[in-house]
């Protein structure tokens, strides 16, 4: 089990008490100089209040200075709203204030599901371009502060990214919600997957597994540490569960990848973390453990290596997830300990 603590403290108060930013969930691990911090956030801002609010979260994060960095899993505005190209510039806009380099995963509230009407009935993939088009305008740097990530700008996936920080391997991918883009575009008039859907899907999800398998490969090369993986989608989402064990095919969409994460997880000899966001209340737990439901619902054998973490969102998106990432002289499951960071209003 990997090592873990789940607190609550504010940024505002941290910096009134002069204490480090980065101080970690477990002081114990500060001792190695080459410890690091980095911020989770996701499904945000949704709806008038939190839009409003957006600004002020992003500079309690950046006064969270020690951060390394900083990652939105996606969803930039909630399943109601207008996708217009309008509100995609105010989004990048705030998301280039931010003080620590941002890396960013679309979510399928900004293209999957703007065919429904009240989202301005869009065709999903003129929108996925448009997103590619306004937020990775700069394959291979990120958002806010540049850091060099490596993309697959090459498959036509820019927002695919991975990197690695002190003997860690982050990769960051587009997985989407709505069973990975397969539900029908019924504001459009469609009752199933039509050809240009079903192609998208089949390209992007070729291109994750191919970027899993390079993440482990070149992890196991590199004698790294740990894998965290990161997504919108939330695979194991709670409130799917019964009607995943009743019809798996509600799931599908996300079969291939979970099998790839559970070949690589066990065949990494190391902890393997898995963040998403999607389904908004904050989860800590290892849904591919052996006895777990998904088991049977994907079809798969255990993973018991594999941690997943969801963070807050929507109406609880009230904070943001604070990662330390242990000295290079901790080893062995202690590599990542967590804290959820209110945020001042």
């Known amino acids: 089990m990997p090592s873990k603590t789940l607190k609550t403290t504010t940024a505002a108060a941290v910096l009134a008490l002069g204490l ?112 590619r088009e306004v937020f990775f305008d700069q394959p291979g740097k990120t958002l806010g502060t540049t850091m060099p990530v490596k993309s697959q700008e090459n498959l036509g996936l820019p927002e695919n990214v991975r990197f690695t920080q002190n003997r860690v391997a982050f990769s960051v991918m587009d997985i989407q919600g709505s069973n990975n883009s397969l539900l029908p575009w019924s504001g459009l008039g469609e009752t199933s997957p039509g050809p240009e859907q079903l192609a998208e899907v089949e390209h992007r999800t070729d291109a994750v597994l191919k970027q899993i398998h390079e993440t482990f490969t070149d992890a196991e090369r590199r004698n790294d540490r740990a894998v965290v993986l990161m997504t919108q989608a939330d695979m194991f989402d709670p409130s799917l569960l019964a009607a995943a064990t009743a019809n798996p095919e509600t799931v599908s969409g996300f079969r291939e990848i979970v099998a790839a994460i559970i070949e690589e997880t066990n065949r990494f000899d190391h902890p393997v973390y898995l963040i998403n966001g999607d389904s908004h209340a904050f989860a800590d737990n290892q849904p591919l453990a052996e006895g777990s439901p998904w088991l049977n619902i994907y079809g798969q054998r255990a993973a018991d290596d594999l941690q997943r973490l969801t963070v807050d969102g929507a109406a609880n998106a009230t904070n943001y997830v604070r990662f330390t990432v242990a000295g290079n002289s901790s080893d062995g499951g202690g590599v990542l300990s967590w804290e959820k960071v209110p945020f001042s209003q």
């Open 20 to 131: 480090l930013a980065s101080q970690p969930a477990n002081a114990a691990d500060t001792s190695d100089s080459q410890a690091f911090t980095f911020g989770v956030i996701g499904d945000t801002p949704y709806g008038d209040a939190e839009i409003a609010k957006f600004p002020s979260h992003i500079q309690d994060i950046n006064a969270d200075s020690a951060l390394k960095f900083v990652t939105h899993v996606g969803d930039i505005k909630n399943g109601s709203s207008v996708c217009s190209d309008e509100y995609f510039a105010k989004i990048r806009s705030e998301f280039d204030t931010f003080e620590h380099p941002l890396v960013y995963t679309p979510g399928d509230n900004e293209w999957v599901d703007c065919h429904r009407t009240n989202n301005g009935a869009y065709n999903p993939l003129e929108r996925l371009a448009k997103l």
